[in-house]
């Protein structure tokens, strides 16, 4: 939770809601995550979420704070969160919305080429989707009782925890 006391909840027609954004690894585990109110953007929790990732290592050294690729749907795609990624040396794979595409057509040779995309690699975006699926069989998670936002937090953790457990207890074979 912020110093300034949000909770992340918005209101809604259908009352008070809140998003999570959240990174997994191709395993569907939950890396990192961050709360915001239901009817805040996407693209502006890209940049923190990515900030807040932090992988420890098998051996000596500090976690990682860079992974090698990033997937996000068309609510990512902004030059912001490209330009940072580029920055960092991570590859993108995030698919642009046609507006966006529209502009730059529209501007012709000022408006830059398109970025990269790799529809293959874009495929496997649905990790995420099949991690929010894991963490929503928690009913605490899928209704989210806790009106305070650091005490859900402990909620996803917790939920978190239990997807890493049953992770670790598989076979290898089972995991893909």
Known sequence: ??????????????????????????????????????????????IPLMQALNVARTGPGRPRTRPDRARGDKAYSSRANRVYLRKRGIKATIAQPDDQRANRRRLGRAGGRPPAFDREQYRRRNTVERCISKLKQHRAVATRYDKRDYIFHGTLATAAIVIWLRDLTKEPSDTA
């Open 1 to 46: 939770m912020d110093g300034d006391g949000r909770e992340a909840l918005g209101r809604s027609r259908g009352g008070l809601t809140s998003k999570v954004h959240l990174l997994t690894d191709d395993r569907c585990r939950p890396l990192a995550w961050l709360t915001s109110p239901g009817q805040r953007g996407d693209s502006p929790m890209f």
